[in-house]
């Protein structure tokens, strides 16, 4: 039936100015009656096709696989409608949906080619990161030599891990990615030392406790993949809003192991490390030991 996010995704389509299709699942189901959630959609003013809108509405069921040709058919019939065309031909550009480390891949990200065809062999930009195409891999799995506009794909080659959301780019060599990535992580670590050395150190944090003031507590998040990172940060951002006496400060997130640079992050703003699904390599561990930095796995 309508849900909440659903209700939800009609108001972004309203207010992004985009057509709708309305994809019914569920229908091999006994009790399924897609005519009923027609007929509430016009609560929220989506009128179907069936109702003398123009809404196109695509009865489907994942489970059975059904009619799931005809919601291919509808998006391509609404692509063509706009007139929504990319250029192939053009050096690619793209946008991170997810990125990981993997063992014995190193890191991936999965990148949603939105222009031109990207290639095994190109050497691209992203985020503050740079890399070869070692390889590509599709939606099921099996290596492709080139990814076309519209195609998500798996991205090997990278020398680190970017952030959801970072653009890819190609360029033309290794000389202008590296000049590119030398500037951004130029910019990055600035903001990054600006950012410790206005954190709070134990003793201010204790000072704070006696005088009664909110206290702010530093922390390092590392994750598995940039997605969980990123929904602890929206979890610690609610807890911070709605506590009146402690604040949790993010100085730093990032994708992998927890490394030493992290520890010495830590050690000179008083900061808390947490490891989502990662743990410290060797000589990270040692050094928190030794510096008495605060590491918590979860």
């Known amino acids: 039936s309508v849900m909440p996010q659903t209700i939800e995704a009609i108001n972004h389509a309203k207010a992004a100015d985009v057509p709708m299709i309305i994809a019914i699942n569920k229908i091999d189901k006994p009790d399924a009656n897609p005519n009923k959630i027609k007929q509430d959609l016009l609560q929220y003013e989506v009128v179907v096709e069936d ?58 990200a999965t990148i949603l080619v939105e222009a031109g065809t990207l290639r095994v062999g190109d050497i691209f930009v992203v985020g503050s990161e740079f890399g070869k195409v070692r390889a590509l891999i599709n939606d099921k799995g099996e290596q492709v030599k080139e990814a076309i506009p519209g195609m998500p794909v798996e991205v090997l080659g990278l020398d680190g891990t970017p952030a959801s959301g970072d653009r890819l780019a190609v360029v033309k060599n290794e000389g202008k990615a590296r000049e590119v990535v030398a500037y951004r992580q130029r910019v990055k670590a600035e903001k990054k030392s600006a950012m410790a050395a206005g954190g709070s150190s134990l003793e201010i944090l204790m000072a704070a406790v006696k005088e009664g003031e909110k206290k702010t507590l530093p922390v390092i998040i590392k994750g598995d993949v940039h997605g969980s990172v990123e929904a602890l ?38 900061a808390l490390i947490i490891g989502f699904n990662v743990r410290a390599n060797a000589q990270a561990r040692d050094m928190a030991k030794r510096e008495n930095v605060d590491v918590r796995y979860y």
């Open 51 to 108: 109702m003398g809108g123009d809404v196109q509405a695509v009865e489907v069921s994942a489970l059975q696989k059904k009619n799931l040709d005809k919601l291919v058919e509808a998006i391509s019939l609404q692509a063509e409608i706009l007139e929504l065309k990319a250029n192939p031909d053009r050096a690619a550009i793209g946008t991170v949906v997810e990125a990981k480390q993997e063992i014995g891949k190193g890191s991936v």
């Open 233 to 270: 940060l929206g979890s610690l951002e609610k807890i911070t809003e709605e506590n009146e006496e402690v604040a949790v400060k993010p100085l730093h997130t990032g994708v992998g192991g927890i490394t030493e640079s992290d520890v010495t992050l830590a050690k000179a703003s008083g």
